[in-house]
């Protein structure tokens, strides 16, 4: 197993930025795709951005791209999530997971390929 933990959700301004970690335990975290998915309330959970296992190639939503930024530091064994110009439709709880499998490309779009979810972080975006 992967264990994951988000953070560094919180509330900011319409026009403002969140930095998201997910911090992953185990030896094997750098041979593993990660996503990053969010979930608003009454919706269903959908794909914001994904990585590969290096940090060479990556997939962004298109109600993200040019706006959010995925990143990871394998000697932290940590990944990152930029968010800049925040909007309110941006308001959800933002979770990460690894590939079901490893070094697999190209880059998985559904939830349905990724497992050991962390247990989420609330960001809050105010008009």
């Known amino acids: 197993q992967v264990p994951l933990v988000e953070s560094g959700g919180g509330t900011a301004q319409a026009g403002g930025s969140l930095r998201l970690s997910c911090a992953a335990s185990g030896r094997t975290f750098s041979s593993y795709n990660v996503g990053w998915f969010r979930q608003a309330p009454g919706k269903e959970r959908e794909f914001v951005a994904a990585?590969?296992?290096?940090?060479?190639?990556?997939v962004y939503a298109e109600t993200v791209r040019g706006r959010f930024t995925i990143s990871r530091d394998n000697a932290k064994n940590t990944v990152y999530l930029q968010m800049n110009s925040l909007k309110p439709e941006d308001t959800a709880i933002y979770y990460c997971?690894?590939?079901?499998?490893?070094?697999?490309?190209?880059?998985?779009?559904?939830?349905?390929?990724?497992?050991?979810w962390g247990q989420g972080t609330q960001v809050t975006v105010s008009s």
């Open positions: 997971a690894v590939d079901r499998f490893l070094l697999r490309l190209p880059l998985q779009l559904s939830p349905e390929e990724y497992v050991y």
């Open positions: 990585i590969n296992w290096s940090g060479a190639t990556t």
